[in-house]
């Protein structure tokens, strides 16, 4: 009888030794189960937004991965509408040559004193257009970059000889421009001008 009582008795011990176990074992399971199911849902949260930059790796279990996006600079800064400007001026200056009347002297201006002088036609109007807008590339350049001048880099220093080169070619442009408008007589003055636009070209080059 005592027999039977002790084999009873190791059968229950065991069973209960046997649910303790199990109980653990679920219990270490939760966590991972858990975590699993977090990183599920995160997942369907970013496909949900239709977000096609996420990769989902689903065969390892991994985690999502956010690609990066690239850098897109603005279209338009303060330093692009400086550069900008600058190039205008060039291609203003270009046309005002390519439309310079036969009338205009450069050599011999005696010989043409007596003509008639265009004073509002096309050349004469993007002349004024192209000094102004090498007004504006100035003005741009000493509010967006006032602080690369430096003299103690030295004359030769890129910034200083863009500036340099930049602001002695608007002003060669425009006392050209100045100089015909104010003569009531044919004046030589396009060399002065197209060293003033290749001053300027300089000066973008130096910085391109």
């Known amino acids: 009888m005592k027999g039977i009582q002790f084999m009873i008795a190791a059968v229950l011990c065991f069973t209960a030794q046997s649910g303790t176990a199990s109980a653990q074992d679920a219990a270490i399971d939760l966590p991972l189960a858990s975590h699993a199911y977090v990183k599920d849902y995160e997942s369907f949260k970013l496909a949900a937004a239709n977000d096609p930059e ?30 900008y400007l ?44 192209t000094v102004a807008m090498a007004a504006a590339t100035i003005v741009t350049g000493l509010i967006v970059h006032w602080d690369d001048f430096k003299l103690s880099d030295g004359f030769t220093d890129p910034d200083n ?44 080059k130096i910085t391109w």
């Open 161 to 204: 000889l863009h500036i340099m080169l930049g602001v002695t070619g608007a002003a060669l442009m425009a006392y050209a421009v100045n100089k015909s408008k104010n003569s009531a007589v044919p004046v030589s003055h396009a060399g002065i001008a197209e060293m003033g636009a290749l001053g300027m070209l300089a000066a973008i």
């Open 54 to 83: 996420v990769l989902v790796n689903k065969s390892n279990g991994a985690a999502p991965a956010v690609k990066p996006t690239p850098f897109e600079p603005p279209l338009i800064t303060g330093s692009k509408v400086h550069q």
């Open 86 to 129: 600058g190039l205008g001026t060039i291609v203003l200056a270009a046309l005002t040559a390519a439309t310079a009347p036969d009338s205009e002297c450069e050599a011999n201006c005696a010989a043409v004193a007596n003509q008639p002088r265009q004073t509002n036609g096309t050349h004469a109007h993007l002349a004024k257009a």
